[in-house]
């Protein structure tokens, strides 16, 4: 794992190949590498993949608690810009859907296209207001549990019932590693409305949802995909809200074949430029 500091915060993060740059941005628990190992590994074939560890977790530094979405997001620029990533194509896991949204709003010159997966806008945007109140509840005395509780609390609704594989486990031990002041952050983080920015979105953007998540429910997936002008919804049977993890070759392929149909539109724009250019001499 690489480090970086940005505005007095030390970042680490995994990247992997050569390519456009595909930025991932895992969701409120867990980290870089137990959240997009198969990412890391599988994508780094067309794609420069970078997976970062959010301040407030993995071996990334604690944020103040004040940090909220916006100063998530200026973090994420600074990052992306010390790294030299130019325009980047983000992939978002639920906190980090939002995040991408917030990212967009403040830094949209930068972003080529989304993949937003289990993603809201905002708990606050996307569920109704007691739910919400009640997940930021819940995630703020979790915070306070020894690290195996904290585990055995989160983990239930990160998966489909009946999912079963290796990297579930990985995820798990991932979980006791929570900083709790960092996932206090993310939580109030998370506590918001973003409604306003869905259709000003005007880059290609993929949704990818799961029909057995709970925490995003499938109503949110289509909610975004009625607000954002420009986008595909891509539903997953029999997956829970970790998709990246736990239908890692199903998120894989649907990645690539929207990342790949954005090239061959752009390489068809560019050619049929180019032969309007002939003409014209």
């Known amino acids: 794992m690489e480090q970086v500091e940005v505005k007095g915060l030390r970042i680490a993060y995994e990247r992997a ?23 890391i590994d ?21 944020p103040p608690e004040s940090f909220r979405l916006p100063d998530y997001a200026d973090s994420l620029a600074g990052f992306v810009d ?23 709003r403040r830094h949209r010159s930068t972003v080529m296209s989304l993949v937003l997966a289990g993603a809201y806008a905002g708990w606050v945007g996307s569920l109704p207001s007691e739910i919400a109140e009640k997940r930021l ?73 799961g029909d057995e998540d709970v925490r995003a429910p499938l109503s949110v997936g289509h909610a975004l995909h009625a607000a954002i002008p420009n986008s595909k919804l891509v539903v997953m049977p029999g997956v829970g809200h970790v998709s990246s ?18 090239d061959d539109a752009r390489g068809c724009r560019y050619s049929t430029q180019e032969q309007r250019g002939n003409h014209d001499h």
Do not use: I
């Not at 996932?183 to 949704?207: H, I, N, Y």
């Not at 993890?245 to 954005?262: D, G, I, K, T, Y």
């Open 82 to 104: 010390t790294l030299g990533l130019g325009r980047v194509h983000l992939v978002g896991l639920s906190f980090g859907g939002a995040l991408a949204l917030e990212f967009y």
């Open 42 to 62: 599988d994508l780094s074939d067309e794609f420069t993949v970078v997976a970062w560890d959010v301040p407030g977790a993995g071996r990334s530094s604690d």
């Open 245 to 262: 993890v736990e239908a890692a070759e199903q998120f894989n392929l649907e990645v690539r074949r929207f990342l790949r149909r954005l």
């Open 137 to 209: 509840t819940q995630s703020l005395r979790a915070s306070q549990l020894p690290p195996t509780e904290f585990m055995a609390t989160m983990l239930p609704t990160m998966f489909s019932t009946a999912a079963l594989n290796d990297e579930l486990d990985e995820f798990a031990a991932s979980l006791t590693e929570f900083h709790p002041a960092g996932f206090r952050a993310m939580a109030r983080a998370c506590a918001v409305d973003l409604r306003d920015v869905l259709p000003q979105v005007q880059v290609p953007t993929l949704l990818l949802y």
């Open 17 to 39: 190949g050569e390519g456009p740059p595909l930025v991932l941005l895992q969701g409120f628990v867990g980290d870089a590498r137990s959240t997009w190992r198969r990412q």
